[in-house]
């Protein structure tokens, strides 16, 4: 069963009042929309998945609690467009939870696990076209060599790369354990002991397939747009590159602009967009009991002025 890391933060920091618009970006099984719907007596929830196994799961646990709420079927990338479709042009919280639920995790069909044996896929939407197979067997050893730095931050990146073009040279790689063992083999011994080798490289490979750190960046100056002032914004991360994007995308908002810094009267237009709440960590307790929240940060900021 899928665990919502940091939940309890997330729901307090929302600042959740009636009658006002809240959005979760990232639904998966519901486990902060359930939260954000309890508290929420008044007024409406949209939660936003590509997953359809999950928004059919969550359908079902947010019906029991109200009808307050519109799941839509769409990447947070697209977050913007489909508000606006719906007549909605502000919202008063906002919450991603950048991390690959659970239920997706442990289904090996899915093809984002190193540890079952499955077909090469990864794809969160599985309406998307492009997929773990085509990123492993199609891409060039110079595009490989660069996502795996990119996305996985894998040292190893370049000699893992060119095993890999090396053995599709005469077989297609077709499923998981085949290219853990295709990594397994491309480095050494004692780089196996810190963890598992494949990790890295199934991270960047997830993060190519599902375009997630370019819609992520766009998705969160979106949300930053349509926050209303007094509105919070929640983001749950799990490994440096997205935090790096959330820490770099508040600092912009929240840090008064060069050209006055320093003038005894701050003009309102140079004034910050944002201030920052806080940063937090799971207690030693939730990653005793949730394992996959050891490596997750929450970051808070709330809109105290309006964009121009």
């Given at each position: ?15 959740i ?10 639904l998966g ?27 059919a799961y969550s ?13 839509i079927?769409?990447n947070?990338?697209n977050?913007?467009?489909?508000l ?32 079952h044996?499955?077909l ?11 997929t ?21 931050e ?45 990790r890295?490289?199934f ?15 766009k ?7 349509l ?18 994007i959330c ?13 006055v ?8 237009q140079?004034?910050p ?15 005793n ?20």
């Open positions: 069963m899928h665990k919502s890391v940091l939940l309890n933060e997330t729901i307090k920091n929302l600042n009042r009636d009658n006002l618009i809240y959005v979760d970006a990232t099984y519901a486990g902060h929309s359930r939260g954000v719907l309890k508290k929420l007596k008044k007024g409406f929830l949209f939660a936003f998945d590509q997953d359809r196994q999950a928004i359908d079902k646990v947010l019906s029991g609690i109200s009808d307050s709420y519109e799941i079927h769409s947070f990338v977050l913007k467009e489909e606006l479709k719906r007549n909605v042009t502000g919202i008063d919280g906002i919450m991603f939870d950048l991390g690959v639920s659970s239920p997706q995790l442990d289904n090996a069909e899915r093809g984002f696990s190193y540890h044996d499955a090469l896929d990864m794809r969160m939407n599985k309406e998307d076209k492009l773990a197979y085509d990123v492993v067997n199609n891409y060039s050893l110079e595009k490989l060599i660069d996502i795996f730095f990119k996305y996985g894998e040292k190893y990146a370049k000699s893992i790369a060119r095993k890999i073009v090396e053995y599709r040279s005469n077989k297609k790689i077709e499923t998981t354990l085949e290219l853990v063992s295709i990594i397994s083999s491309a480095v050494p011994e004692k780089y196996k002991r810190d963890g598992h080798p494949a890295k490289v991270q960047a490979i997830r993060i190519e397939v599902n375009n997630e750190l370019e819609a992520f960046s998705a969160l100056e979106d949300a930053i747009e926050l209303n002032v007094g509105g919070r914004i929640c983001v749950i991360t799990f490994h440096s590159l997205e935090d790096r820490k770099k995308t508040f600092k912009k908002y929240s840090e008064v602009s060069e050209v810094k320093g003038l005894p009267n701050i003009p309102e140079y004034k967009v944002l201030k920052i709440i806080g940063r937090y960590t799971p207690k030693k307790d939730e990653i009991n949730n394992n996959r929240a050891r490596s997750a940060t929450l970051r808070v900021a709330e809109k105290i002025r309006k964009d121009d």
